[in-house]
């Protein structure tokens, strides 16, 4: 316990040294007030309050920066080691492998965590300010919070196994972005085209509600609107999947950072310093 | 008392080149082992195996009684790198002081280590603004953490200037004297000379020699050479006296075998006075290395 608490205060140091801490926060924070600014335009017409359809906004900002932001602190993770020629050294104390990935998690979802605080709590200030009965939309705003951390977590064990797999720093940027690409822009269109071929047949009624599950970032934008009363004002992919009960998604998004730091901790294992 | 590294028969191979080749070797408490070789010898390729960083075809490692690389092993064993490498934005104090939690230890005791291997006007200042020295002695200080009962150190002189490699030696000396074994490695045979206890010499993969210093004078029975000086007009008669000689100004360069040596002392001292000076040079260290490390045909 006390090395990894050790690794995530070294790292938290690196992060804030690196000017991580700074980047990702005022990338949140930028994003975030944008956003309220952008989005109170229409007030008050969809009868609920300002903060929901603040949450809202923020779900799909979230599900394309947090995971960006989560890749880009973590694809440098094990390369970056390997590269200055640290990790010999490393790997040579005690401690197991999995004690170092997940001392740097800690770090990394340190930042990533006060970076979405702050800028969620600003976007929210914004609505408080301009409504009143913004409180109602407070749970939504928590949901949100920590559904995000647990995406952050997903995306820093999935950039830290393909750290591992590429060795170098260059390689692990292309799959991180390769991966956000993926994961975030193309798995929706790719869905989104097949269900408009196969017109409500086997694929739209069995396959694609599964499908959504299986993608972390889907199913976090799922839950979200789907436990959100203003799931309305933000159709999109997950409009056509209301069917899919709670349960399921939250389950997804709970499940998949166990299951990114496995993957990880395995693709660190097969690396031979 | 057991051996803190017992290495038999290991064979490692690379892509089909034998990297190591039946080596076996066994180190004891408290002494101090110089693995030297070329490079690709195989003494990197060594150290990995024995602190279990990466694998080996066949033979056995027996690190402290446990298997390389395992828990009981990481904590009994100190590395140190070939150019040992720390994070830039970290300061050297945060970098021992992880280190020194990584070992269970209180991370104050960063301050004092470093101040051991001469580095405590630097301990707050950026690792990214060392020297080459100065990243090696946080390399060392390092590796001092916690009395390892074995040090592997990789070409730890590298990048220290003469002094600093004293003081080196000088902690080494320590470290084996309360019975820690020390694996150092090194290109140089002039560099370990007399700070430690047995050489051992490793020429692709195989190793050719081990021994003390003078055992491999010994065993490597390289000619000695004399240089002899004459009086005034004496040279051509002290050559025809010494058949083989070679004359070089005034001055008469010979060379004999090892069991020789007196016989032909005792031929130049009585030549008497006409002979001014004479200056007997035995193989030099470089020389014993070259014989070793090449007769495998290189």
């Known amino acids: ?273 | 008392m057991t051996s803190t590294l017992k290495i038999s028969e290991l064979t490692k191979t690379f892509s089909g080149v034998r990297a190591l080749d039946a080596v076996s070797l066994t180190v004891e408490p408290g002494s101090r082992v110089a693995l030297l070789g070329h490079n690709g010898a195989g003494k990197s390729t060594m150290m990995k195996i024995i602190l279990g960083l990466i694998p080996f075809d066949a033979g056995t490692v027996d690190v402290c009684g446990a298997l390389p690389g395992s828990a009981a092993a990481r904590s009994e064993v100190a590395y140190l790198p070939e150019n040992a490498a720390f994070h830039p934005a970290l300061t050297g104090e945060e970098q021992i002081g992880h280190f020194l939690s990584l070992r269970g230890q209180s991370p104050k005791g960063a301050r004092a280590l470093l101040e051991h291997v001469g580095l405590h006007d630097a301990a707050t200042r950026r690792i990214g603004t060392y020297s080459k020295g100065m990243r090696q002695r946080v390399g060392l200080a390092q590796a001092l953490i916690g009395k390892p009962r074995l040090l592997v150190l990789d070409e730890p002189t590298s990048g220290l200037d003469p002094v600093s490699r004293r003081d080196f030696y000088a902690l080494l000396d320590g470290l084996a004297a309360e019975g820690a074994s020390v694996l150092l490695s090194s290109h140089a045979l002039t560099e370990v000379e007399a700070r430690t206890d047995r050489i051992v010499i490793l020429s692709k993969g195989r190793m050719v020699a081990t021994g003390t210093l003078g055992d491999l004078r010994r065993s490597a029975a390289l000619p000695v050479a004399m240089n002899v000086t004459a009086r005034n007009g004496y040279t051509s008669e002290i050559a025809k006296a010494l058949p083989g000689a070679i004359i070089v100004g005034a001055d008469l360069r010979l060379t004999c075998a090892q069991e020789d040596k007196l016989r032909l002392l005792a031929s130049v001292a009585s030549l008497g006075d006409k002979v001014a000076d004479i200056d007997v040079v035995p193989p030099s260290l470089e020389d014993i290395y070259s014989h070793f490390s090449r007769r495998d045909g290189q």
């Open chain 1, 1 to 273: 316990m006390n090395r990894i608490l050790a690794t995530a205060l070294t790292e938290f140091r690196i992060a804030l040294r690196n000017r991580w801490v700074a980047i990702a926060i005022a990338l949140m924070a930028v994003f975030a007030l944008v956003l309220s600014a952008a989005g109170s335009a229409p007030t008050g017409d969809l009868g609920v309050d300002r903060l929901s359809v603040t949450v809202a906004s923020l779900t799909s900002l979230a599900v394309y920066l947090v995971p960006l932001v989560a890749l880009l602190m973590s694809f440098d993770a094990v390369a970056g080691e390997v590269e200055r020629g640290t990790l010999p050294l490393m790997l040579t104390y005690p401690g197991a492998r999995v004690e170092i990935l997940i001392g740097k998690l800690i770090a990394h979802l340190g930042v990533l965590t006060l970076a979405v605080v702050i800028g969620y709590g600003l976007a929210a200030a914004a609505a408080f300010w301009e409504d009143p009965e913004a409180a109602a939309g407070l749970p939504a705003l928590l949901r949100l919070t920590w559904t995000s951390v647990l995406l952050g977590a997903t995306f820093l064990g999935a950039g830290y196994a393909l750290s591992s797999l590429s060795r170098r720093p260059s390689g692990a940027a292309g799959l991180a972005i390769g991966l956000w690409l993926g994961a975030v822009v193309l798995y929706d269109l790719g869905l989104l085209a097949a269900v408009v071929a196969d017109d409500g047949g086997w694929f739209t009624t069995d396959f694609f509600p599964v499908a959504l599950l299986a993608n972390p970032a889907d199913a976090f934008r799922l839950f979200n609107l789907a436990a959100s009363e203003a799931s309305a004002a933000a159709a999109g992919v997950a409009g056509a999947a209301t069917s899919i009960p709670l349960w399921q998604s939250a389950l997804s998004v709970l499940l998949w950072p166990f299951a990114a730091l496995a993957v990880a901790t395995l693709a660190f294992r097969k690396v031979t310093p």
